[in-house]
């Protein structure tokens, strides 16, 4: 009865709530840096997940990391770009599934669908909201979409969801900051000696060094 009691129960095929940002891509035919999207997928369960993207459309985009896997509670960056922006592909929706399953397991514990769009300048007015006719005929052609499997280009790594600077960063921020509080080449300090005294250049360049270290922190 105790083992019965502490058996981790089966997961149901399909039940597995996955969570993905965005939830919508938007792609502008005439912002080069809008034609790549990151989607991020995150694995907030302490188990591994394994993950493939499937499109409606994949002769549309290209998908790095079309199939891989994601550590417990941790996160993976998925890049999407749209390689035909065409103006006879504007206001067309295509349709991207993440499916995952479990490391040991073929079948499909969950999966989660991204709706992707190309629209013809960021400038335009916004479209306006679609209509309950428009979503419902949305809907009724997604239901009968296909789904293709992408061709990953390389290997995926997961990446700690709430990770922080790496030690090499936070070290090279110490050894900047020690050389701007050096004394300058021509100063009389006699407690450090002659050669530990640094130009103005070099401290201008550790300056440099400190001030790009610190935005890279910030944004870990």
């Not at 105790?2 to 095929?13: M, T, W």
């Not at 989660?112 to 979503?135: G, H, I, W």
């Amino acid at each position: 009865m105790q083992q019965q009691q502490h058996r981790q129960p089966e997961l149901v095929e399909g039940s597995l709530p996955v969570f993905v940002f965005p939830t919508e891509l938007i792609f502008y035919a005439d912002e080069q840096t809008s034609h790549k999207q990151v989607l991020t997928l995150y694995n907030p369960y302490e188990f591994a997940l394994k993950f493939k993207v499937l499109c409606t459309a994949p002769n549309k985009y290209t998908v790095v990391d079309a199939t891989g896997a994601v550590k417990p509670q941790c996160c993976v960056d998925i890049v999407i770009r749209h390689r035909d922006v065409r103006a006879c592909h504007y206001g067309v929706y295509d349709k991207f599934r993440l499916q995952v399953s479990e490391q040991s397991q073929r079948k499909a514990l969950g999966h989660k669908e991204v709706t992707a769009t190309l629209r013809p300048s960021a400038s335009q007015e916004p479209p306006s909201p679609r209509s309950q006719d428009e979503e419902r005929r949305l809907k009724e052609q997604f239901a009968v979409s296909e789904f293709f499997e992408q061709t990953a280009a390389c290997p995926t790594e997961s990446r700690p969801a709430a990770g922080g600077p790496s030690l090499l960063t936070v070290l090279l921020g110490l050894v900047c900051m020690a050389a701007l509080m050096l004394p300058t080449l021509g100063e009389q300090e006699f407690t450090v000696p002659v050669y530990l005294h640094l130009s103005i250049n070099k401290k201008l360049v550790a300056a440099y060094v400190l001030g790009l270290l610190t935005m890279v922190i910030l944004r870990t």
